[in-house]
T-cell receptor, first 108, second 117 residues
Framework: GQNIDQPTEMTATEGAIVQINCTYQ??????LFWYQQHAGEAPTFLSY????GLEEKGRFSSFLSRSKGYSYLLLKELQMKDSASYLC?????????FGKGTMLLVSP | KAGVTQTPRYLIKTRGQQVTLSCSPI?????VSWYQQTPGQGLQFLFE???????NKGNFPGRFSGRQFSNSRSEMNVSTLELGDSALYLC????????????????FGAGSRLTVL
């Protein structure tokens, strides 16, 4: 089975940097995915890691260590619009298993 | 390029009724997955279809079923509705082409919000 843990809530200030951690235990692994979900909207894809290391996409970066079952999403230069839920998901065979999400609140 | 389309967007049913939800994937996407999202449990996997075959199924009772048509459109059905079935039902599609960039990335529809009274 899959077990995915991420913090329930985080707060940060506009312009700051925030790191959202995700740990997982899985019986199968086909990539680690991060999604963003604004209230009342569908999740949207942010990034994914298949191999260990850092993937950078503009203000967003994601890191993976498969041996440690650990990933993080790094958000730089935070903006108010970044207030959302961030979902960590482990890819298995033809499925994604999601964590319960981290609600990030960005304040002025 | 049109996104994933789900209908209806909102619906209200009473206990014991049944409901059918529809999903049209992105053109060219052959894999369709369904998820249930509730505040307490988050996103939970229901099932996944590829080329009209169910390839994977989550841990939900048999009241939850689905199917996929030859044009990749998919439907899910919930029979004998219970109060606890109130949730946002999300459909997602993916490309599933070996070696293609981002082939396994899921693109979600806006969801169907079901309220059971």
């Amino acid at each position: 089975g899959q077990n995915i843990d991420q913090p329930t809530e985080m707060t940060a200030t506009e312009g700051a940097i925030v790191q959202i951690n995700c740990t997982y235990q899985t019986s199968g692994f086909n990539g680690l995915f991060w999604y963003q979900q604004h209230a009342g909207e569908a999740p949207t894809f942010l990034s994914y890691n298949v191999l260990d290391g850092l993937e950078e996409k503009g203000r967003f970066s994601s890191f993976l260590s498969r041996s440690k079952g650990y990933s993080y999403l790094l958000l730089k230069e935070l903006q108010m619009k970044d207030s959302a839920s961030y979902l960590c998901a482990v890819g298995g065979y033809s499925t994604l298993t999601f964590g319960k999400g981290t609600m990030l609140l960005v304040s002025p | 390029k049109a996104g994933v389309t789900q209908t209806p967007r909102y619906l209200i049913k009473t206990r014991g009724q049944q409901v059918t939800l529809s999903c049209s994937p992105i053109s060219g996407h052959r894999s369709v997955s369904w998820y249930q999202q509730t505040p307490g449990q988050g996103l939970q996997f229901l099932f996944e279809y590829f080329s009209e075959t169910q390839r994977n199924k989550g841990n939900f009772p048999g009241r939850f079923s689905g199917r996929q048509f030859s044009n990749s459109r998919s439907e899910m059905n919930v029979s004998t509705l219970e109060l606890g079935d109130s949730a946002l039902y999300l459909c997602a599609s993916s490309l599933e082409v070996q070696g293609a960039e981002g082939a396994n990335v899921l693109t979600f529809g806006a969801g169907s919000r079901l309220t059971v009274l």
